[in-house]
Nanobody, 123 residues
Framework: QVQLVESGGGSVQAGGSLRLSCGAS????????MSWFRQAPGKEREFVAG????????YYPDSVKGRFTISRDNAKNTVYLQVNSLKPEDTAVYYC????????????????WGQGTQVTVSS
């Protein structure tokens, strides 16, 4: 069992930056791949970043590549998402998720989810 808690969301103007954090409980954090998703009102949950067990590999969809950076600190049981050059269309609730399969962007492949943190970008 893994419990995930996100933090770091907020309201920013277009072009701004935020650093989202996701803290995990338990001693098996390093055995999970971690990803970030987002969901805007009326839209499906969307994958935005993934990272391998040891942090050596990352992957992103084209929509955020070059603006978002995922990282993890296994000693602190924490995964981060640095979001730069924010656009109004990045407004959403951002979720972290833990899974066993690296390289997947499908929400159904993830086992544990946090409660989400709101990011609002104004123009």
């Amino acid at each position: 069992q893994v419990q995930l808690v996100e933090s770091g969301g907020g309201s920013v103007q277009a072009g701004g930056s935020l650093r989202l954090s996701c803290g995990a409980s338990g001693r098996t954090f390093s055995s999970y791949v971690m990803s970030w998703f987002r969901q805007a009102p009326g839209k499906e949950r969307e994958f935005v970043a993934g990272i391998s067990w040891n942090g050596g590999n990352t992957y992103y969809p084209d929509s955020v590549k070059g603006r978002f950076t995922i990282s993890r600190d296994n000693a602190k049981n924490t995964v981060y998402l640095q979001v730069n050059s924010l656009k109004p269309e990045d407004t959403a609730v951002y979720y972290c998720a833990a899974g066993r399969t690296y390289g997947t962007s499908r929400p159904q492949d993830y086992l544990y989810w946090g409660q989400g943190t709101q990011v609002t970008v104004s123009s």
